[in-house]
Structures are given as structure tokens and as C-alpha cells.
């Protein structure tokens, strides 16, 4: 468990999985391996009418950490995250009554992953409900867990590999926690946040 | 009788003492006169004795008065004169007669007064009170009749039950031993199943009544052996499954070359001579019942894990005996045996009972029992409708948000096999190490070599600390080293904090402790020096120069004399030992050469000698040194 950064990468006018071979091939090059796939999914579900104010809860998996389910309650004030057992997802089915799915809106990132030394990168094929959407490329520096600590190193990789798309600053989510210990939870923060940008783009973003 | 002897008694001449004064002198009591001891005595009768047989006869109505006047009277007068209470005694008394005398007078007239006996009042006896008293006489009574028969029946009882009652065998029975009754038999369970054992085998066993003509057969079966037989006959008796009959024991054999090192028997009866004797008591029956079903899960167990294991040297079962490689050149061999038949044979053979190495045959029992307490001893708190098994760690892995690395670590365990194979191993490393710093020690007098075992370890760890000292010398120079004795591998915290790992082969201990033997003279001279005022003027611990070591390097040291005239260089190699030659600066001698021509040049130090260190004086090297030290110096 480390310091994982997610960084949007722009498709310009590539076809998705041409982008994917093309950043494969980058990233191979540097000498890493390719280690099986991996999967974000979120699905959203949000407060029916009798419940009082709106609130969503948007519920996510990540393959990393297999046993856990990840929920994150958006009450419109605040968020509050949550790291339950697997059992939650079947613990949502029961709350159908309060809880409603929002139709179309499963979003999920999914793609080969890859190590090299001790970064861990994934290409990831951002879906919502099944339409192609853009890429996500998660860079994760393992041996540290504070974020103000390794994110100068971080981003150089990241450069290195995307290119110029990558800012200089971190993203807005850890910039306020760069001191803090990083958990997986702000994995699945940083995921939300980009997942909610793509849901709202008519098509796809570049 | 026929000497009577006068003896005379009379007070001690001595009077009382009445006072001590401060110069020691004692002022006695003068002696009473004959009229104080007179009234002294007076006093002491007690004329209350006397009035009271008198008073029951007067008239209780008058005499209070004339008391109560009296001992107003006494009270006032008796500090006045001595006789004084016994004149008012006398006068009272004298009192007393003069109205009986008066009283009797008048009574006997007739005239004015009467005597009359007068009619004592009978005493009212309540009859409710009469029925209570006799209850309670009667129930205390009735109580010591009860304690009699309670413990007459007691008595009965204990003569019933050492007759032999099949009822009540059976319920003993079924105090220590799970039983259920199906249609007309009662059937039990011997297995370990209800401890949490997941063994296929069933452990049944059947209880029937025994027939009275199987007492009859057995006192002519064993004649010598009859006094006992009253005793062993139970009217119950057990039928265990003929799998489950007779004796067996797991054998745990440590074989290098095929020579034993050290064995092991598994047996959960303890040390006691088992035996298959038809005849024996229900429980001792069913106890070896018990333990064959034990040692054949044990082996069971083994077996499977011996076969699923992935070994670099694949394990092998044949038979009854699995055998494993621990290190190289040294099996490990368990081996089940179990007899049925056999109460004549001759049972384990005895010479191995001296290497029975109790430890290894605790960790298999305990390495079982874990495995049952596991299966039943579920790790708390789990939700009620959650899946049982997993370990709480596994749990706490989706709250806790546990990556795939994780989660991928919890899912292995040890099996049985491997954790007895490393104890063994360990138990090997742990008796190399041994022998080879006891080997050491013995060799290497010149540096002391202690080592320390600790008393807490683990089944495959231990540590050892060691400390290399010159005797007499430990205080100026001391090198400890610690070393970590794992299942295949040592691992040595040197002086300096840095830590060699090392492989299971002996010789690299070995090596490593003569290099710090020989680091450890090098570093002690120079130490030494330093307290005799010498200065160290170069030091290397791999020195280039000289033959080629078989292991490690020589190193070496150059000392200089305070105020360096002399110069001694020591050198030391792991194999050929110290070499110390000393040098003069001044050069002693001089003799112009064609090269040297000059005797200024003689200040450059001259040619080193050697020092036969073995014809030196001194108990060890360090000594020497300081004697080859001191001597230099007062040279100078």
C-alpha cells in the first residue's frame, strides 16, 4: 500500500484501445511488467423522495483490495467514506426501498496493470454504462504512504511517462492532505471524482 | 521409720521490707505485737457465715431494721478501733437471740400468736407449654434416629456398590465416555470429534452386559493372577472396532547415514507398559482405544500433507513411515506402529528410550491438539450469519480495506509435517552450533570463549550470545557476538552491529568465529597498548602482504614506545596464529653499507626481529604483549 496518483490522460484523436497499446508500449519500454488487470466499478445510488433532503451514495470496488467494498455517502454538506466487507453489496440490495440505483450511470475503469520496481501503473478504459468514455492512468509509489513525501517522484515518473499532460501540482483531493497518511479510501476518492467529471461530459472528453 | 527427724518451722527472721532507700539501705516493717496480730486475726473471721444458717429463722420483718442500723453503725465506727466490727458482729448476733428467745416466748403462750404452716402455692403448669417441651425432646431424639439410618444406609450402599452392578458401571460410563442408545444396544464414541477433530474414521464402540460365564472362564485362564480377578470384573463390558484394537505409537527417528541420533515415541498413555490384555478394565480399554485412534489421525494427517507437500527433495511415504529430508544427509522418519495381537512381543526396543527427546514428542501432540482447537474455537466476535472459518484477520480485511498482498499472505498456513520438520530442523542447527562453539572452546585457550544459551526460545529459534575475552585481560577488551539459530540458517550480530547470515553447514561458524578470534587479538594489543601509554601508529585489518590465507585475512598493527626508540609489529593470521617482531630507533648497531654510508641515516629504524612469543613468559598472548611492552619501555 502506497501513495497512488490518478491522472486523467487525453485521447486527442486515438481510439481508446489504440492510446492503451500506445501507452503499453511507453511503459514497456521502461522495463515494466504487465501484472493481470484490474477493475474500478462504481455504481450510484441515490435517496428516494420520502427520506428527506437528497442524499447519494455511490458504492465502489477496486481489485486491489478484493475483500472490501468502498461506500462513500454524499449528504450535499459533507462525504463520508466508508470501508465495509463484501457483504455491504448485498446489504444495498436490502436497502432498495430507501437506496434506488441510478440507471445508466455504472461507470467502471478497467485495463492492464502493470509494475516496474516499486511503482505500480494501470491504464485504465473508463467506461460509463458501456460507452467508452477516456483513460485514467493510476501511478502508485508503494514504499511510502505520505503523499508530501513522494509526490515530487512521483510526478517525474509521471511525466516521464504521459508526458506534458501531467501537472505540476497534485490534484486538488491530496493537495489539501499531502502531510497525512495515505489510505485506500482516497484511492476511491480520486476515482469518484473523476468518474463524476466523466459521467457529466456529453461524450467524450478529450 | 525408724529415723524420725525433727523439723522445725519457723517464719524467716527477716521482716518485710518496707522501703529501699537510695544508698541501698532497707528499712524493714517492724514485727506486729502480739495485740495487732490478734487483731489481725480477728478480722479474718467471717461471722456472715454464721448469721446466715441463723436468718432463716427469724421474722423477715424485723431484721432488715436493726441491720441496716448496724452497718451504718460499722461503716461510721470501723476506722475507729479494731475490735470494733467484731463487737458489732457479737452485738447484732446477740440481738438476733433476744428476739427468737421473745418470739418463741410469745408463741409458745399460745395467746397472741400462732404458728401456722403455710400452704406453698402450686406451680401452674401450662399444658400447650408441656406439648412444645415434649416435641422438641421427642424431635432431638427422633434426629439421632435419623443420623443412625442415614448412616446405615450409607454403609449398604458402599457394600452394594462394590458388588459389581451393571447399572451403575454404565453410569459411570457415561460420566467420561459420549453414549446414545439405538433399538437394544447402547452404542458410545470414543472419537475426537467433539474436540474438533475432522478424522473420517467413526470411533464407536458397543456396550453390552457381561455374562456371568465369562467370570467363570476367567479364574482358570490366570490362576496366579485370581487374587485380582474379583477386582477386574466388570458386569459391563466394551467392544471396540478391531481397527482400533491393541497398541500403537507414532515413532519419530532423527536417522543421518542411517545411524539414530535421537527418536522419539508418540504415545498418549503416557510412559506406562501398554498392554492389550483381553481382560483389562472397561476404561483402560477404551483410553487405548482412544490413543490408536489418536496416533492414526496423527499419522493420517502426516501422510496426506507428506504427499501434497511440494519439497525440493519430494518426502516419501511407504507403508507406515513417512520419511523427510531436514538437511542434507539427515532424514526425519515417523513411522505409526500399531499392533493388535501382539501382548507377547516384545514392545519398543529399548535402547532408544535414551534419546527420547520429550520436546519433539510434546510439539506433535501439541501441533494436533491446535489443529482441533482450531476447527472448533472460532475466533470471536462473528456475526451469526457470517461464514465460520475464516481467521479474524481475514475478518478485519474488508473493514481494513487489505490489498491483494495481503489478503494472499493470510490464505497460507502450515501443515503439520512442515512445522515438525522445521522444529527438527532447528533442533539440528541448535545442536551443530553447539558443538561447534564447544568444539572451539575447547580448542582455543588463548582467547576465552563463552557463550550463553538463552533460557527463552522458541521451537525454531534460540539465541546464543558470545563473548571472546582474554583472561585476565577482559576488562580492557572484550568482543561479543550474538548469533540467531533459525530452522536453516544463522544469522551473527557482529561486534560492530553488522549481521552475516550464514547456511546450515557447520564450517562457516566455525570460520567466522576463528576470524573474530583473530580480530579479536589484534583489536585487544591495540587496546592494550593504548593503557600502557604505547601509540598505535597503523592498523590494517585485511592486510594485502604475506602467503594467501586459506579463510579471511591476516591483519596487522604497528605500536610505537612512548617515546618511540622501539617499534613492535604484530600480525595475525586465522590459521598460522601471531607473529610479533620489534625494531630499535635508533638502530642499535650500524654498519655503513654502500647504500647507507652515512650515520645520520641510522635514525630511519632498523630491521625487525621476531620474537619467539612460545619461549615468552606470560599466561596468554595479551600477557605477553604487556610484558614485551613493559620491559621495551624501561629499556629507554
Known amino acids: 500500500m502506497g501513495v497512488t496518483i490518478l491522472q486523467q490522460f487525453p ?43 437528497p442524499r447519494t451514495v455511490h458504492v465502489l470496488h477496486n481489485s486491489e483490495q478484493p475483500a472490501s467494498c468502498f461506500s462513500i455517502l454524499d449528504t450535499g454538506t459533507k462525504t463520508i467514506p466508508l470501508a465495509a466487507d463484501g457483504l455491504f453489496d448485498l446489504l444495498m440490495l436490502k436497502m432498495n426501498y430507501f437506496y434506488q440505483a441510478k440507471k445508466q450511470t455504472k461507470a467502471e475503469s478497467k485495463g492492464p496493470r502493470f509494475e516496474i520496481g516499486d511503482f505500480c501503473v494501470k491504464l485504465g478504459t473508463v467506461t460509463v454504462s458501456q460507452n467508452f468514455k477516456g483513460i485514467l492512468v493510476e501511478v502508485e509509489y508503494r514504499p511510502c504512504v505520505v503523499p508530501g513525501m513522494c509526490w515530487e517522484l512521483i510526478r517525474e515518473f509521471m511525466q516521464g511517462v504521459l508526458g506534458s499532460s ?41 | 521409720m525408724a529415723y524420725s527427724v525433727n523439723i522445725s518451722v519457723e517464719a524467716p527472721i527477716e521482716n518485710q521490707i518496707q522501703e529501699i532507700t537510695y544508698d541501698g539501705q532497707e528499712i524493714y516493717q517492724s514485727p506486729l505485737t502480739v495485740s495487732e496480730s490478734l487483731a489481725k486475726y480477728a478480722q479474718k473471721i467471717d461471722f456472715s457465715k454464721t448469721a446466715d444458717i441463723v436468718e432463716p429463722k427469724k421474722e423477715p420483718g424485723d431484721i432488715p431494721d436493726d441491720k441496716s442500723d448496724t452497718d451504718s453503725k460499722d461503716s461510721i465506727q470501723s476506722s475507729l478501733w479494731p475490735w470494733d466490727t467484731v463487737r458489732n458482729k457479737l452485738h447484732s448476733a446477740l440481738q438476733e437471740v433476744c428476739v427468737l428467745a421473745d418470739v418463741l416466748a410469745i408463741a409458745k403462750e399460745k395467746r397472741y400468736m400462732v404458728l401456722d404452716p403455710v400452704p406453698q402455692e402450686p406451680v401452674e403448669t401450662k399444658s400447650i407449654v408441656q406439648i412444645y417441651a415434649r416435641k422438641k425432646a421427642l424431635a432431638g431424639a427422633a434426629s439421632v434416629l435419623l443420623t443412625g439410618v442415614e448412616r446405615l444406609k450409607t454403609s449398604q450402599n458402599e457394600v452394594v456398590r462394590n458388588k459389581t452392578d451393571f447399572h ?142 511440494q519439497a525440493p527433495i519430494p518426502h516419501m511415504v511407504v507403508g507406515n513411515q513417512i520419511m523427510a529430508t531436514v538437511l542434507p544427509g539427515i532424514q526425519l522418519i515417523i513411522g505409526l506402529c500399531h499392533s493388535t495381537t501382539g501382548d507377547k512381543k516384545p514392545p519398543v526396543p529399548a535402547p532408544s528410550k535414551s534419546d527420547h527427546d520429550h520436546v519433539l514428542e510434546h ?251 612460545e619461549k615468552m613468559e606470560g599466561r596468554n598472548f595479551l600477557h605477553k604483549m604487556e610484558l614485551l611492552m613493559a620491559s621495551l619501555t624501561s629499556n629507554s
Open chain 2, 363 to 613: 510439539s506433535l501432540h501439541q501441533l494436533l491438539r491446535e489443529v482441533h482447537h482450531k476447527n472448533t474455537h472460532h475466533p470471536f466476535p462473528h456475526p451469526s450469519t457470517g461464514p465460520l472459518g475464516p481467521s479474524k484477520k481475514r475478518y478485519l480485511a474488508g473493514p481494513m480495506a487489505a490489498d491483494r498482498y495481503e489478503l494472499l499472505e493470510m490464505t497460507k498456513s502450515e501443515t503439520l509435517l512442515e512445522q515438525i520438520i522445521k522444529q527438527a530442523q532447528h533442533f539440528f542447527m541448535r545442536m551443530r552450533t553447539e558443538y561447534v562453539l564447544d568444539t572451539i572452546a575447547k580448542e582455543v585457550k588463548d582467547p576465552l570463549i563463552t557463550s550463553h544459551w538463552n533460557t527463552l526460545n522458541s521451537p525454531t529459534q534460540s539465541c546464543v550470545k558470545i563473548n571472546i575475552s582474554t583472561h585476565g585481560y577482559d576488562a580492557v577488551f572484550r568482543t561479543p557476538l550474538v548469533i540467531h539459530v533459525g530452522e536453516k540458517s544463522l544469522k551473527c550480530i557482529c561486534r560492530v552491529g553488522k549481521v552475516m547470515h550464514m547456511s546450515y553447514e557447520p564450517q562457516e561458524l566455525r570460520d567466522l568465529i576463528f576470524c573474530h578470534i583473530n580480530q579479536h587479538q589484534i583489536l585487544a594489543v591495540q587496546a592494550l597498548a593504548k593503557t600502557m601509554g604505547w601509540q598505535f601508529l597503523a592498523n590494517s585489518s585485511h592486510l594485502g602482504l604475506g602467503s594467501v590465507e586459506p579463510l579471511g585475512n591476516a591483519s596487522s598493527c604497528m605500536l610505537a614506545s612512548p617515546n618511540g626508540d622501539r617499534l613492535i609489529a604484530v600480525r595475525c593470521e586465522p590459521q598460522a596464529g601471531v607473529q610479533v617482531s620489534v625494531a630499535h630507533s635508533p638502530r642499535s648497531d650500524f654498519f655503513p653499507s654502500r647504500l647507507v654510508t652515512e650515520r645520520k641515516w641510522e635514525h630511519l629504524g632498523g630491521q625487525f626481529r621476531d620474537v619467539r612469543l
Open chain 2, 168 to 309: 451403575f458401571e454404565l453410569l459411570r460410563l457415561r460420566q467420561n465416555w459420549r453414549l446414545k442408545k439405538a433399538s437394544n444396544s447402547i452404542i458410545g464414541d470414543l472419537s475426537y470429534r467433539t474436540a474438533g477433530s475432522k478424522f473420517t474414521q467413526t470411533g464407536m464402540f458397543e456396550v453390552t452386559k457381561a455374562e456371568d460365564d465369562d467370570k467363570t472362564n476367567s479364574p482358570p485362564n490366570s490362576p496366579s493372577a485370581s487374587g485380582s480377578t474379583p477386582k477386574n470384573s466388570s458386569a459391563l463390558r466394551v467392544t471396540v472396532p478391531s481397527e482400533l484394537q491393541g497398541v500403537a505409537y507414532i515413532e519419530v527417528l532423527c536417522q543421518k547415514d542411517q545411524e539414530d541420533l535421537c527418536s522419539a515415541n508418540i504415545n498418549l498413555l503416557g510412559s506406562g507398559p501398554p498392554t492389550s490384555n483381553p481382560d483389562v478394565h472397561w476404561q483402560q480399554k477404551l483410553e487405548a482405544a482412544q490413543n490408536v485412534l489418536f496416533c492414526k489421525e496423527l499419522f493420517n494427517q502426516l501422510a496426506k500433507e507428506a504427499v501434497q507437500l
Open chain 1, 166 to 206: 501531467v501537472q505540476s501540482n497534485p490534484p486538488p483531493y491530496l493537495a489539501t492532505r499531502m502531510q497525512e497518511n495515505y489510505t485506500p479510501i482516497d484511492t476511491i476518492h480520486q476515482y469518484l471524482e473523476h468518474f463524476t467529471m466523466f459521467r457529466k461530459s456529453p461524450g467524450m472528453r478529450t
Open chain 1, 11 to 53: 485521447i486527442e484523436n486515438r481510439t481508446g484501445p489504440a492510446t492503451i497499446e500506445l501507452l503499453t508500449k511507453r511503459i514497456s519500454a521502461l522495463g515494466a511488467v504487465q501484472q493481470g488487470h484490474f477493475l474500478v466499478d462504481c455504481e450510484t445510488y441515490s435517496s428516494v423522495a420520502n427520506l428527506g433532503p
